[in-house]
């Protein structure tokens, strides 16, 4: 999480938290680059 950033600010992310989904997309099997 980025201080000042969106997430940081919508304060629903934490560190340590893991996005499995992005608009209905699955990033379970994605790498950071993709």
């Known amino acids: 999480i980025i201080p ?3 997430a940081q600010d919508d304060g629903r992310l934490h560190v340590g ?3 499995l989904y ?3 997309i699955s ?7 993709e």
Do not use: F, P, R, W
């Open 4 to 6: 000042g950033s969106a």
């Open 17 to 19: 938290d893991q996005i």
């Open 22 to 24: 992005v608009d209905s």
């Open 27 to 33: 990033l379970l099997d994605k790498t950071k680059e």
